[in-house]
C-alpha cells in the first residue's frame, strides 16, 4: 500500500500496517483493515487584539486548527485556550509573555503568525511627601505631573527620572524601584504577572 499526500501531510499506518511513512507491505493471510493517517497543516491569518496586557484573551484565526494541542505567545505557553472552531482559537496571554509571534500547534504541524502579538505592563508613579515635583520616562509615555501611569513594553526597560520643584528635595524610591537617588531604572519584566506595580518616589522640602 502506498499512502499519497493531495493536502496535508501523512501521518502514518494503523491496522494491519505499523509503519510511520513510506509503503506498508501486508500481509493476506485473512482479513486485513488498514488506516492510513492524513492531517491537515494549520495556519494562522490573523490576531485580535495584536496589542495588550498579560491576562487579555486573544484571538487567533487561520485554517485546520481542530486538534490543537498548544498554544504559545513569543515561546511562553498559554495556561489554557479554546479551540472555538477550526478556524478560531482564543486564549489568554501567560504572565511570563513577551512581544513576539504566536504559534499554535495541531496534530498537522505548528502554525507560525507572520506578526508579532505586542504584550505590555502598566507602569505606575505615585508621589509622596510634603515637597513636589515632576517624573518623566524614558520611553517616554509618563509625564507626572499630569500622566502617571502608562504601558510599556513586557520586556524593556524603563528609566524614570525625578525632577524636584524649587524649594524640594529627592528622597528615594520605594514600590517597584529600589534607587536612593538619582534615576530608576525598572525592567517592566517584573510588571508581567504585577499589572499595577507602582514606583513610589519621596519628595521632601528642603
Known amino acids: 500500500l502506498t499512502a499519497t499526500v493531495a493536502t496535508g501531510i501523512f501521518a502514518g499506518w494503523s491496522g494491519a500496517c505499523s509503519a510511520t511513512s513510506g509503503p506498508c507491505d501486508v500481509l493476506m493471510s485473512g482479513a486485513r483493515f488498514v488506516t492510513a493517517g492524513f492531517h491537515l497543516i494549520p495556519t494562522i491569518s490573523g490576531l485580535s487584539p495584536t496589542s495588550a496586557t498579560t491576562g487579555t484573551v486573544v484571538t ?104 524636584p520643584a524649587t524649594g524640594s528635595a529627592f528622597a528615594g524610591w520605594s514600590g517597584a524601584c529600589s534607587a536612593t537617588s538619582g534615576r530608576s531604572e525598572e525592567h517592566t519584566s517584573e510588571l508581567q504577572s504585577h499589572l499595577n506595580l507602582v514606583c513610589r518616589l519621596l519628595l521632601e522640602k528642603k
Open 60 to 163: 487567533i484565526t487561520g485554517t485546520n486548527l481542530t486538534g490543537a494541542t498548544k498554544v504559545s505567545f513569543n515561546r511562553s505557553d498559554a495556561t489554557s485556550f479554546t479551540v472555538v472552531s477550526a478556524t478560531t482559537i482564543t486564549a489568554p496571554i501567560p504572565p511570563d509573555a513577551t512581544t513576539g509571534q504566536v504559534r499554535v500547534t495541531t496534530p498537522g504541524g505548528t502554525a507560525i503568525s507572520t506578526g508579532s502579538l505586542t504584550v505590555n505592563a502598566r507602569l505606575t508613579v505615585a508621589k509622596s511627601g510634603t515637597g513636589s515635583g515632576t517624573v518623566a520616562s524614558n520611553p517616554t509615555g509618563i509625564s507626572c505631573g499630569t500622566t502617571c501611569s502608562a504601558l510599556f513594553g513586557a520586556g524593556s526597560i524603563v528609566t524614570l527620572t525625578p525632577s
